[in-house]
């Protein structure tokens, strides 16, 4: 395992210092500072005990190695870094966000993690999200503080950073829609559910904006109710798309998301929040595939049992062949295709599910 977490962090080394010459000549932004779950992690995972890791083939095939991206290759955050001129940003407990390399930015964002501590406990350890905004604050002080010759510096870098932050699913797949592990679908309703995670993300949000997050990309949660993995629970055949139950409560959860970044726009002095429509995009790509190039759009690329939703990808497993074809790679997360586009519709000058205006946009105020 030691010497598997070694050849990794060796080849990062390689991957992010070629990474550090090619876009970032004219960057739009400073840095990009990514939170969220494992839709984003690119790689934190590996380095603490849990049983949500991607550190393994097939994972990261179009990559070129396993990276701990629950992806083939590259997921959205990686095109939205380049989309700002950024190169890609380093994990934060890789040995590759120390010094620097911290300057352009770091990802906390850890598999399983979720809103609410308790979330995804039963995958062993994972950052929260409380706890990766305290990893952001130690990033601040022990690390970005000594590059800057005054406060007031630091302070304007960071303001004109972009802060995305992609978390929520786990909250419903690894703990509400999961009753026989959690207490909470007993306790809340869907309605009252969705308000107690927007209560605890607004208090986390504005942790982030006393530490000088300015600029922040609320990512809206997708169709939950289309993945593999939940298509594998319910019966019925194989075109019958998606669960509609489930798209309802998270769309309860989007909802007060959008309502949320309108809320902050007016209530913390000189921030900016982008609400990105992740769930009409997605769940369009499932249900009209053809318009976005793709075929398959409710199998897993590598996964096990009924839509290859029911075991998710196995190390070795050998992945479908026509990859670009699929809108999911495993039982729970989209394919680098499919990443590109929903990128491309949130963080491009042409964004069209961005609100009220894109990342290109915010990044240029």
Avoid at 17 to 26: F, I, L, N, R
Avoid at 170 to 179: A, G, H, K, Q
Wanted: charged fraction near 15%; proline fraction near 5%; glycine fraction near 8%.
């Amino acid at each position: 395992m030691k010497s598997l977490l070694i050849c990794v962090v060796l080849l990062e080394l390689v991957w992010f210092g070629h990474g550090q010459s090619e876009d970032d000549h004219h960057p739009l932004a400073p840095a990009f500072f990514v939170f969220g779950d494992s839709l984003v992690d690119s790689g934190n995972n590996n380095y603490i005990p849990t049983l949500a890791r991607a550190n393994y083939f097939p994972y990261g095939i179009d990559f070129g190695f396993p990276t701990g991206r629950f992806c083939n290759g590259r997921t959205v955050v990686d095109y939205g870094a380049t989309y700002l001129g950024l190169p890609l940003v380093p994990p934060y407990l890789s040995p590759l966000s120390i010094g620097q390399n911290s300057l352009r930015g770091v990802n906390y964002a850890s598999a399983a993690a979720g809103i609410l501590d308790e979330t995804g406990q039963h995958y062993g350890a994972r950052t929260t999200f409380n706890g990766q905004i305290s990893q952001f604050e130690i990033t601040i002080e022990l690390n970005l503080r000594r590059f800057f010759q005054n406060p007031a510096d630091l302070r304007k870098y960071l303001a004109k950073s972009i802060i995305g932050i992609n978390i929520g699913s786990n909250d419903y797949i690894n703990n509400y829609l999961m009753p026989e592990r959690y207490s909470t679908s007993q306790t809340y309703s869907g309605e009252d559910y969705a308000d107690l995670l927007i209560k605890t993300l607004s208090a986390q949000i504005s942790r982030l904006y006393n530490l000088g997050a300015r600029k922040m990309v609320l990512a809206g949660s997708g169709p939950l109710g289309c993945i593999p993995s939940q298509l594998s629970m319910v019966s019925g055949n194989k075109n019958s798309g998606c669960v509609t139950k489930i798209n309802d409560m998270v769309s309860m959860f989007n909802i007060r998301l959008k309502d949320l970044a309108n809320t902050l726009n007016t209530t913390l002095p000189g921030s900016f929040f982008v609400y990105q429509n992740v769930f009409d995009l997605f769940h369009d790509m499932v249900v009209n595939p053809s318009r976005y190039g793709l075929v398959v759009s409710n199998e897993a690329c590598c996964g096990n049992g009924r839509y290859g939703g029911a075991l998710t990808c196995l190390p070795l497993q050998q992945p479908c062949l026509d990859r670009h074809q699929y809108v999911f790679w495993d039982a729970f997360h989209p394919t680098e295709t499919a990443n590109k586009i929903i990128a491309h519709n949130t963080f491009s000058k042409s964004a069209n599910y961005s609100y009220p205006i894109s990342v290109y946009e915010l990044a240029k105020l």
